[in-house]
């Protein structure tokens, strides 16, 4: 009423000439723990292998990144094409293995990609036209694989993976010599030779089969492409 009474006086009450709101501003969210090292990494300095880029620093020795945003490993997306808990676990536990990382963060890394990792999966059915037309065996590369089902290569993927990558029940601080002796007689070498080389071969096949579905693979540094990928970035001293 009083606002409306000094209007028609003539009075104008004036508006603030503040610039900044005195709301408080919104707190950024916090970065999760798989994107914590993210700014710091320097692929330039890095070297990849089958699940991660790497390379040792001055203050983190160890500095990790499983692919790049955009792009994850080849083998991750193999270990991934499987939608079940024993694949997931499959997964969680060879990223762990391979960076030394808590499991909170690696279940988040998981956790964040279950998106891209269901897109990847639901591209695995093809056009029922190649279905459809008679299968030449003699083609194993180009018309057998092809034809897998996302569940079938996946499934030979980690099979593979879990026979070249099988661990000891004990972890063992140093060898003896009689188990480096072992280790070294023809029936243990030539079970990790034949492991290694169905490893590689399916390593093979899984790349025909994702680029037969039109999607790109960067054959050099093993990484596939995926809309939505978030690479998992690990820095930490390791130690025993």
């Not at 028609?8 to 005195?22: E, F, I």
């Not at 499934?155 to 593979?160: A, P």
């Amino acid at each position: 009423m009083l606002d409306h009474l000094l209007r028609l006086l003539g009075y104008v009450p004036a508006t603030s000439s503040r610039l900044v709101s005195d709301a408080p501003a919104a707190a950024e969210a916090p970065l999760p723990a798989h994107r914590l090292s993210a700014a710091s990494f320097d692929f330039r300095k890095a070297v990849c292998d089958d699940l991660c880029f790497s390379y040792e620093d001055g203050e983190d020795p160890f500095c990790y990144a499983v692919g790049r945003d955009g792009w994850a490993p080849l083998a991750v997306a193999g270990l991934a094409l499987v939608a079940s808990v024993r694949c997931a676990e499959i997964l969680e536990a060879a990223i762990r293995n391979r960076l030394w990382a808590d499991g909170p963060t690696v279940h988040g890394w998981a956790a964040a990609n279950a998106g891209a990792f269901d897109a990847i999966r639901e591209r695995g059915d093809l056009a029922p036209t190649l279905m459809e037309r008679p299968m030449n065996a003699d083609d194993f590369e180009c018309d057998v694989i092809p034809r897998l089902s996302a569940s079938e290569m996946g499934s030979e993927f980690v099979r593979c993976w879990q026979r070249a990558r099988a661990e000891y029940p004990v972890f063992f601080l140093a060898n003896s010599t009689a188990q480096i002796a072992l280790a070294r007689h023809h029936t243990n070498r030539a079970a990790t030779d034949a492991a290694s080389y169905a490893l590689e071969r399916c390593g093979i096949w899984l790349v025909v089969w994702f680029e037969s579905r039109g999607m790109h693979v960067d054959r050099e540094k093993k990484l596939l492409k995926i809309e939505g990928y978030e690479a998992l970035f690990y820095s930490a001293s390791q130690g025993i």
